[in-house]
DNA sequence: ATTCCTGCAAAATCTTTGCAGCTAG
DNA sequence: CTAGCTGCAAAGATTTTGCAGGAAT
C-alpha cells in the first residue's frame, strides 16, 4: 500500500515534534516497521538493518521500539513462548490469527469485537482500556503438506 | 469451592497414569495451583511453599508447570510485560480482565466467543485451535481511589 | 533396585542500562 | 554548541539445563 509513506511522515514528524532526532538508524527502523506486512521480530528487524548499517546493534533497536511504542505507532505481540513481534501496520489493537507451524500472521475483520468489549465493561465493571485477542491454529496452506 | 479436591486428585491420577511419581513437593504445587482463586506466578507459589519446604528451589517449580502445562491442566497466561501468571481453576482458554492497577484478573462470561471462533475460521480459512483473550483496564475498587 | 525427582549452580534467552564518543539540529 | 543518539559491553530478569544425591514405586 502506497499509505505507508503517508504514515512514515507522520511517525517521523510525531518524533520530532517530541523532541526527538532524526538518525539514519531511527528512520530505518520505523520504515521497516511500517512497511512489513509480517509482523516482524527484534530480531528480524536487526538483521534486516546489518545490511545498510553493519554496526548497528540491538540495543539500538530495543531502544527505538520502546520510543516507538511509547508514541503509540506500533503494537507489541508477546506470544505464550515468550517471543515478541511488532505490528506497525495497524497499532491499535485487533484481533491476530496465527500459525502455530509457518508462524504466518493473519489480521481478520471482526465486527463483533467492540461489542464484546461494552458487554464484558458491563458485567465486570471495569473500565476497559486495552485488549488483546489471538487465534492460534493452522493456516489452509500448512493444513495441505502432510508432515 | 469443594470441586477443588475432585480436581486435584484427577490431576494425581493423571500423573500417576503418565508414569510421574508423586512427591510431596509436586503435590504441593498442584494443590495451589488447584486452589488458588487468583492466578499465581511462579514466584508466588515459590514463595508460599518455601514455608512447607525451606529448600524448595524456583527450579522445581517451573519443571513442575512445565509438566502440569503438558497434561493440559493449567493455563498459562503471559502478558506483554513479559510476566507469567497460571490459571489452574479452569485450563482451558477462557478469556480474562486485567487490571493494570492492582493486577487483579477476573473471568468474565462471554457466550459470544464460540461465535467469534467460528467467524474466523471461516474467514481465514485457518483451522482454529487455541486462543487468547485478555482485555486490560481498571477495576471499579481502583477507579475509586483517586491516586 | 530402578527410575524419576529435587536442589543447587551454571547456562541460556531476551531485554535493559552505563558510558564514551559521535551526530543531528 | 549541546542535547540526544549509537555501539559496545556489562548487567538484569526470567526460564532452562546438567549433574549428583535422594526419594518414590
Redesign the interface.
Known sequence: MADHKKRFERIVQKLKDNGHKITPQRMAIVKILVNSEGHPSVENIHAHLKKDFPTMSLATVYRNIVLIKSLGEVL?L???D?SNRYDGNNPYPH?H?I??KCKKI?D???E??D???K???L??????????????????NC?EQQD
Open positions: 507489541e508477546g506470544f505464550p515468550g484481533p490469527v500459525c502455530i493473519v481478520p475483520d471482526l463483533s469485537l461489542e464484546m468489549k458487554e464484558v465493561a458485567e465486570t465493571k471495569f473500565k476497559i482500556l486495552n485488549h488483546r485477542l489471538d487465534f492460534f491454529g493452522i493456516c489452509s493444513m
